[in-house]
């Protein structure tokens, strides 16, 4: 039976992400990351478990089909495999740093410099756009420590709350990209394996379509109903159920999260009870 591999991060915030979306789209992986690859069920799919940086490669290649990978390890490798799907999670950013005290005045500062970073081809072309010539010191690991040694003026890294930086004195100038995890593909993938990653993408979009909703079950006066109506952002029209009593009627809709309290303000003014909220895990549109 045809299958997809996928080329998973072997461990930290990528792997939690990717490992918690196959969850919710009920593909269960095997807990133990000491076998390279792993079966799936719930679906035709294994898991290979690599580093992040050579997921790009294995893609490329053929050794996987397609691979969960941060768009800034993609860009710095520049391998050639096709971007599928951008995911939304893992979000950070790639930035230019250098110590507090520092009298930053643009990113001229840089010529001359000598900057630390794990990302030096997306540091090359930022500085060659801009015609800026630094010194670029590769270094694998922890990068933010190489000014208060001595072995750079300033950093290039990936920043995600930014506390790390503040630990180490230091401060972000220079924002280079954005970045989030990528589903990226082979490009010889065969017109089956296609179909498989197509059902796939069909069951991240409704776990995605879910995500920070409610499903809102409410009694309201029919009086009331069309002015309750028009204060819900729903999908499309929402559902209006009849009740026992004529007087009133149960509305049905669906609410982002983020605009819930107000609108449940709002409906709660204009006679709305026995509001129930549930959590909506898949959404097919």
Same mark, same amino acid.
């Given at each position: ?20 979306? /196959?969850? +919710?789209?009920? !593909? *269960? ?5 000491? $076998?390279?690859? %792993?079966?799936? =069920? ?84 930022? /500085?060659? +756009?801009?015609? !800026? *010539? ?5 270094? $694998?690991?922890? %990068?933010?420590? =190489? ?84 204060? /819900? ?53």
């Amino acid at each position: 039976m045809e299958q997809l591999r996928i080329a998973v991060q072997s461990k930290g915030r990528l792997y939690e992400d990717t490992m918690h979306l /196959l969850a +919710e789209a009920d !593909i *269960k992986v095997g807990a133990s990351k000491r $076998t390279l690859l %792993v079966a799936a =069920s719930g679906f035709p799919l294994e898991v290979l478990y690599l580093r992040d940086d050579d997921i790009p490669q294995s893609v490329a290649t053929g050794v996987a089909d397609i691979g969960v990978v941060g768009e800034n390890e993609f860009c710095e490798r520049g391998e050639d495999a096709e971007v599928v799907e951008r995911l939304g999670f893992s979000r950070c950013r790639l930035s230019l740093a250098l110590p507090k005290e520092t009298d930053y005045q643009g990113p001229q500062w840089f010529e001359g410099r000598k900057i630390a970073t794990s990302y030096p081809n997306i540091l090359r072309r930022y /500085l060659d +756009e801009r015609g !800026i *010539k630094a010194e670029i010191h590769v270094i $694998t690991g922890s %990068v933010e420590i =190489s000014p208060g040694i001595g072995l750079a003026d300033a950093i290039f890294d990936i920043v995600s709350s930014g506390s790390t930086l503040v630990s180490n004195n230091l401060r972000e100038v220079e924002t280079v990209m954005q970045s989030e995890a990528l589903l990226i593909g082979h490009k010889g993938m065969s017109v089956a394996k296609r179909e498989l990653l197509a059902q796939l993408l069909f069951r991240f979009e409704a776990v995605r379509q879910a995500e920070d909703k409610k499903y809102v079950r409410m009694n309201v006066p029919r009086s009331r109903l069309e002015q309750i109506v028009s204060v /819900l952002p729903g999908l499309k029209s929402p559902t209006v159920i009849p009740l026992a009593d004529d007087d009133w009627c149960s509305v049905h809709t669906v609410l982002e999260g983020h605009r819930f309290w107000e609108i449940i303000g709002q409906l709660k003014q204009l006679g709305a009870q026995g509001i129930l909220v549930t959590p909506i895990e898949k959404m097919i549109l």
